[in-house]
């Protein structure tokens, strides 16, 4: 019988927080969430290009982190739902918000929003990982799909 070896790659799983816990900021609304986005989004790319972040979050509501997922051009840009939660289970990351903004200044959702919010809604309760909203944003306000009862 033939000795078959195989050489593979070995996955490592780490998270190093800058910070404790407890000095993290807490959302506990989607006025809170827009607040920790609009602080750490690049005005002068808003609009002009559409972004995707994402805030993760821990079991007390506070903020992990805000990641980039990806930047676009003038009328959209990719959401690859592997790498949001990649990410989110990389942070141990219990929930989350989603966030992308519209160059156009428009804040109501589109076809594509709305799908892609169903489906990480979706994969985030297979996972364990709760979508609590998505929000749409503008230097001067956001809609949060919570709030308009779409999630």
Same mark, same amino acid.
Request: charged share 25%.
């Given at each position: 019988?033939?000795?078959?070896?195989?050489?593979?790659?070995? *996955? /490592?799983?780490?998270?190093?927080?800058?910070?404790? +816990?407890? %000095?993290?900021? $807490? &959302?506990?609304?989607?006025?809170?969430?827009?607040?920790?986005? *609009? /602080?750490?989004?690049?005005?002068?790319?808003?609009? +002009?290009? %559409?972004?995707? $972040? &994402?805030?993760?979050?821990?079991?007390?509501?506070?903020?992990?982190?805000?990641?980039?997922?990806?930047?676009?051009?003038?009328?959209?840009?990719?959401?690859?739902?592997?790498?949001?939660?990649?990410?989110?289970?990389?942070?141990?990351?219990?929930?989350?918000?989603?966030?992308?903004?519209?160059?156009?200044?428009?804040?109501?959702?589109?076809?594509?929003?709305?799908?892609?919010?169903?489906?990480?809604?979706?994969?985030?309760?297979?996972?364990?990982?709760?979508?609590?909203?998505?929000?749409?944003?503008?230097?001067?306000?956001?809609?949060?799909?919570?709030?308009?009862?779409?999630?």
């Amino acid at each position: 019988m033939e000795n078959l070896s195989f050489k593979v790659a070995e *996955i /490592e799983i780490s998270y190093r927080p800058a910070f404790k +816990l407890a %000095e993290l900021p $807490k &959302v506990t609304s989607s006025r809170e969430a827009y607040k920790v986005l *609009i /602080e750490r989004w690049d005005e002068g790319r808003m609009e +002009l290009l %559409e972004e995707f $972040k &994402v805030i993760l979050l821990n079991t007390k509501g506070r903020v992990l982190g805000v990641v980039n997922i990806s930047q676009g051009g003038f009328s959209g840009t990719v959401a690859d739902p592997r790498v949001i939660f990649a990410v989110a289970l990389k942070a141990c990351a219990s929930s989350m918000i989603l966030a992308h903004n519209h160059p156009s200044g428009e804040l109501s959702p589109s076809d594509a929003d709305l799908t892609l919010t169903k489906r990480l809604k979706s994969g985030g309760d297979i996972l364990g990982i709760e979508v609590h909203d998505h929000l749409i944003v503008s230097r001067y306000g956001f809609y949060s799909f919570l709030e308009e009862g779409r999630m």
